[in-house]
Structures are given as C-alpha cells and as structure tokens.
C-alpha cells in the first residue's frame, strides 16, 4: 500500500502542527507561520460544518424517500433552512422577520428545561445516604445566598453561601481543573506517540 | 412595556404554546416546531461560516494569498470522503484540525490549569479567618485529588482521606446543583403571552391543554370491575 | 369462580397528574409575579463592585475586548443593554475603545445579539471604527480565543458589517498587547478561554451563570479571573449599581418565590420518599 494511502500520513500531519505550535509559543520564533495556522484551524472547521450539514441533509432526505417514520417533518426543516438562508442573502426584511417572530420565540419556548428542572426536582432530589444530604444542604444554602427574600430574613444566609462558593467549593475546582490539566498533557503525549488516533474516526 | 404589544405576540404565543406541548406528550405541533427550529440554526449556522469562508479564504485565494489557497484545497480535500478511491485523503484536513486544536488546548493547560491552580496563599496571616479559609481550601483540593487516584489501593490512610474528599466534593457538586433551586421561571416567555393580541393565542392553548388534561385523568381513573374466570 | 378487583387509581397518584400540577404552579407563580411583582431590597455584593469598578478604571484612552458568548434566549427580555451601556459610558467619559467580538460555540445568534445590542445604545459623541468595533461571530471557537490571545489583527479580514480590518482606524497598529482589558461571558465552562487569556496576564472578567462562578471558583480564588458577575443576581445588582434597570431585574424578581417554591419541592420529595419507605419497612 502507498504511504499516502496509509494512516501514518494523517498521524504525521497531526503530530507536525502539534509540535511546531508548541515550539512556537515557547520560544516566539515563526510567529507569522503560528498565526496562519491557527487561522487554517478555524477555515477547516468552517469546512467540517459544510460537510456536517451535507451529511445530515442526505440522511434526512434519504428518510423522507423510504418514508420513515416522522420523516415527513423534515420538509418543514428543508424548507425553513431555504427560505431562511435565500432571505438572509436576498431579502433582509424578510430575514428580520423570521428572526424577530420565529427564531426568538422557538429559542425561548425549546427551553422547556425549566420545567423539566422542577419535575426533576420533585421526583429525583432524593438522597440516600448521608453524603446527598450533605449535598442537598450546600445546595439550598447556596440557593438561598441568591435570593434575595433570603438575605432580608437573616444575613447568615449570604454569608454561609459565599463560604460554600470560595472555600469548600474552590479547593475541589482547583483539584478538578488540575485533574483535567494533567489529563490533557497525558493525552497529548498519547497522541504524540502514536497511541491515540480518535481523530482519524477510529 | 411596548414592545410586548403588536401582532408578533400571536406568533410567540402560538410557538411558546407548541413548543411546551412537548411536557405533555410528544406531538405533531412540538415535533415541527423542532424541525422548524433546526431548520433555522442550520441555517444560521451556515451563513455564518460560508461568510467567513468568503472573507477568510475565497477573496484572499482571489488576491494571490498563496496560504490561503493552500488550506482551500485542505479543506475540499474533506469532501473527497464520498469518493471510493480518494477516501483517505478527507483525513489530511482533519489530522490538521485535531493538530492545531490539540496544540491550542495543550499551550495553554500547563500555565493556567496547573501552575496558577498551585499557587498558595499564605497560611500564616494576620487574618485568622483568611488563613483557617486557606487551610481548608487546601485541604479539600489534596483529599479530592487523593479521591481520584484509582490506581493505587486505598488503605485505611487513602480511605480516611478519600472520604474526606467525597464530602468536600458533596459540597462542591452541592453549590452547582444549588444553581437549580434557585429558581428558573417562565416569565419572560408568559409576559409575550399576555400582550395583545397573544392572549387569546395563549386562552385557547389553555383550553385545550385543560381539555386534554381532563381527558387524560377520566381515562386513568378505572372503576372498580369485578370479572369472573 | 375466582373474582378480580380492580381499584381505581387516585387522581393525583399518578405520576403525569403530579408533572401536570407541577408545570401549573409554575406557571400560575410566574404569572402572579407578572401581575404583582414582588419586590425586595438587594444588597450589592463585593464581587459585582469589583466588576463594575474594574470596567470604570480602564486606563483613559485604553481598549477593552468583550466576548459575547453565551447561548441568548433573545434580545427583546434586554438580555446585555445594560452592560453594554456600562462599557459605552466608559467610551463617552474616558475615551476607552471596545472590540465586541463572539466566539460562541452555540453559533451565530451571539453576533446578532451584539449587533441588535449595538442598535440601541446611545452612541453619540461616538463613531463606529474608531471609538467601538464589533468583529461580529467567528467560528472556532477555542482557535479564535487563540487568535485573539496571539495577535487581534489575524482574527478575521473584515468586521461583521464586512468592512476590512485594515480599513478601521481602531484597528490599525493595534496588538493584543495593547488591549487593557479582557471580559466575556459564557454559556459553558469557562477553560478555554483561562487555557488562551491567562498566560497573557491581563485582567479578565467573567459574566456566567451560578453553576459556571461555582465551577470557575478555581481560577477566581487564584487570581486568573480578576473579578466578575455572579449569574443572574449579579447582574441584577450590577444594574442597581449604575442605575441602568432592565427588564432582567423585574424577571430576577421571581426568584423571591420561584427560589422557595423549588426548595419546598426538594424538601417535600424527600420527606415523602422518606414515609414512603417507612411504610414498605412496616409492611414487610
């Protein structure tokens, strides 16, 4: 097989951006090449949304043809993606439009997550053990720091709440974030040696 | 407020009222309004790259710009993935993207997720408040690290502290939760629905939903049967 | 002849007729509140003061970059005037000059919520280009917190009204170094844009809801976030504090009995899990 062909290429490609970036942020030379490639990074992502967004297209239609179940309500997502698109190009008044009476209105209403947020509330803040009532403690402590009414009833409230948020709360983000800090470089190194290849889809 | 008076009232109530209808049970108005919504970030989503891509890569490629003729042709390399014989060549862009990416994320962990993470505070201030905070900061930080070190086989000392670890996070995990309770609501949505004309948009989804509802618990309600085998 | 009987289910023990009453007193709560709104003193913390101050002491002169980057519900609750006002006061007092930028991962909708924004602040004594320039919504994400990090003239070639960059007299000459101030908000975690701005040792500020303050407590109690908003309170008291009232502080007043009313729930689930545990220990 070619070596063009081989996925050694594509781990190659990947590796020589990696470390040429990391030369360049650590000793400041070719800063123009740096900051071309990091534009290349945001082009090819464009690119990756075009062929996102072609795929799920054909998947859609290739449903409507075989006439699967609901696909019949992908017309209304074909037809508002060309009619909206055609206006944001063409007619402005009309983009205006549908963004002022359709858009706004779905992105409010789409959050039902509201009341999904009490129902969950109701039926799943059940502790078990005495670490969930720990848990739900802090939480309707913090709660209570954010209300307003709270605070008018007894200033202990905020107070505790700001300590839950600076003290305990800080420590354990610290511990997470350099959790994930040292995550990141192991994997880096994973990938660098050859071991990681989920960017290549496998 | 003005602006929650006029015709567009109707079209956010209608769309509000479809779109909550999912709570309910899943229905041919909610199913289209998700579509619809899709259908409308998709293309949100397109012009705003196919506009950068103009600005970006097309009119300097125009120009000469030799570097940005070069990463055009990286990226049409992507749609060469629906060829059979030139199949692998869609990987090049993407082996790019994931390398610049990786890069960008990596340069920067090392100074802002662990170096400024382990700067300490001082412990031996005039402030015995600010010192006892520190103490305990640390101390949640270490006992939740000590959680996490799954490959080392906790013994009395690694359990003890592990645990406290576990509590520390149960108060972390509890200020996020916390962000819950302290109370979504439905009013900016609700205010629409009360301008005019919305209202009447919003009376007759309640009188359906009312409906509906009233239905659905005569349905469950079962009488007492008595069969016989 | 055996018999079978079948009792009737109650109407409220049914799992959907307990949602249903759910949903009904939150919409019934949110709609008394619309009539009557419920209106309490709040007093401003210390760190929407930090923010606020930290905004008003820009250098005279200096330049503030602002990424919106939150996923907006729309622009007609008045989701960031004031805080936009707040940033354009600086510019008409101080001469301070402001990049609005987006590099939202939720997509586009933050470049239209800077651009309809813009649209209703007073900006006079102002000109676009020279005293404010909005670079519109780019894609990348994280590349584009880099980009900026590396250097605010290869971001993009045009603005988002499509005028080149080289063509704003703002922008001209201007380096990442020579930018004062960095402040965004977030609809998500806050790490990429700690991983890309820190290391630039700058101010930075945050505007994120609860959870995101409570998750980025980290880099505000070692000094990488300089100063910032604590969700919806903090907005609200920001908007006390310069006396620019929007229609977010009229909806943060439901919190006074939504905030309760969700505590209650929390407490009645557990109690009645509680009972409803006893009671099967006792039929065992």
Wanted: aromatic fraction near 14%.
């Amino acid at each position: 097989m070619s070596f063009v062909k081989q996925k050694e290429l594509a781990i190659i490609l990947f590796i020589a951006p990696v470390l040429f970036l990391l030369f360049n942020y650590y000793t400041g030379i070719s800063d123009p090449v740096a900051k071309e490639l990091v534009g290349w990074g945001s082009i090819l992502w464009n690119f990756s949304m075009l062929i996102g967004t072609y795929t799920m297209f054909k998947y859609l239609a290739t449903n409507m043809v075989q006439r699967k179940k609901d696909s019949e309500y992908s017309a209304i997502l074909f037809v508002s993606f060309f009619a909206y698109i055609a206006s944001m190009y063409a007619y402005p008044a009309g983009y205006d439009y549908i963004l002022t009476n359709f858009q706004t209105p779905l992105q409010m209403g789409l959050l039902v997550g509201t009341f999904t947020n009490y129902t969950m509330l109701y039926r799943g803040a059940r502790t078990r053990n005495w670490l969930g009532v720990i848990l739900l403690m802090s939480s309707i402590l913090f709660a209570l720091r954010q209300i307003p009414i709270a605070g008018q009833f007894w200033r202990g409230f905020t107070v505790i709440g700001s300590w839950l948020n600076d003290v305990p709360n800080a420590g354990v983000m610290r511990a997470i974030t350099i959790g994930m800090g040292v995550g990141l470089v192991a994997t880096l190194v994973r990938e660098l040696t050859g071991k990681e290849t989920h960017y290549l889809g496998e | 407020m003005e602006f929650l008076q006029g015709f567009f009232t109707v079209y956010f109530a209608a769309i509000i009222l479809m779109c909550w209808s999912v709570l309910i049970k899943s229905n041919p108005f909610s199913k289209a309004m998700s579509n619809l919504s899709l259908g409308l970030m998709l293309a949100w989503w397109l012009k705003g790259c196919v506009d950068s891509l103009i600005k970006d890569v097309f009119i300097p490629a125009t120009q000469g710009n030799l570097a940005r003729i070069a990463v055009l042709v990286l990226g049409l390399f992507m749609f060469l993935r629906f060829s059979k014989g030139l199949a692998f060549t869609a990987k090049w862009p993407l082996a790019v993207l994931a390398g610049v990416g990786t890069a960008i994320a990596t340069k920067g962990a090392i100074p802002s997720m662990i170096l400024s993470q382990i700067r300490v505070g001082s412990f031996v201030s005039s402030n015995i408040l600010e010192n006892a905070n520190q103490i305990i900061i640390w101390l949640g930080c270490f006992s939740t690290l000590i959680y996490f070190i799954f490959s080392i086989r906790r013994g009395r000392v690694l359990g003890s502290i592990s645990r406290v670890g576990q509590v520390f996070m149960m108060l972390s995990f509890g200020t996020v939760f916390g962000s819950l309770l302290t109370g979504d609501n439905v009013m900016a949505s609700l205010a629409f629905m009360f301008g005019d004309p919305g209202r009447y948009v919003a009376l007759v989804g309640t009188a359906i939903f009312i409906a509906y509802v009233v239905y659905d618990f005569r349905k469950r309600t079962v009488p007492v049967q008595k069969t016989a085998a | 002849m055996t018999e079978k009987t079948v009792t009737s289910q109650k109407w409220y023990s049914s799992p959907a007729a307990q949602e249903y009453l759910v949903y009904l007193s939150v919409i019934l709560l949110s709609s008394v509140l619309l009539i009557s709104p419920v209106t309490f003193q709040l007093e401003v913390t210390t760190p929407t003061k930090d923010f606020v101050n930290r905004i008003r002491s820009i250098p005279q002169g200096g330049v503030m970059l602002w990424d919106e980057s939150s996923f907006v519900t729309g622009y007609y609750t008045q989701g960031q005037i004031s805080l936009y006002k707040l940033f354009f006061d600086q510019a008409k007092q101080r001469a301070v000059r402001i990049i609005f930028i987006s590099s939202c991962v939720d997509g586009p909708m933050a470049g239209a919520m800077i651009n309809k924004q813009l649209e209703v602040q007073d900006t006079t004594g102002l000109k676009y280009g020279v005293n404010y320039v909005n670079l519109g919504w780019q894609p990348g994400f994280e590349l584009v917190l880099s980009a900026i990090a590396k250097d605010i003239q290869t971001v993009t070639k045009a603005d988002a009204y499509g005028t080149a960059i080289s063509d704003l007299p703002m922008m001209k000459g201007l380096t990442t170094q020579n930018i004062d101030l960095f402040a965004f908000n977030c609809g998500v975690s806050c790490d990429p844009w700690m991983r890309q701005w820190v290391p630039l040792g700058k101010p930075i500020l945050m505007q994120g809801g609860y959870a995101l303050i409570s998750q980025a407590s980290g880099y505000i109690q070692s000094g990488s976030i300089t100063a910032y908003l604590n969700g919806e309170r903090g907005y609200v008291e920001m908007e006390r504090m310069t006396g620019y009232i929007s229609m977010r502080t009229a909806l943060f007043e439901a919190t006074n009995i939504m905030g309760p009313y969700s505590i209650i729930l929390v407490i009645v689930c557990n109690i009645s899990y509680m009972l409803q545990k006893r009671r099967k220990q006792r039929g065992q």
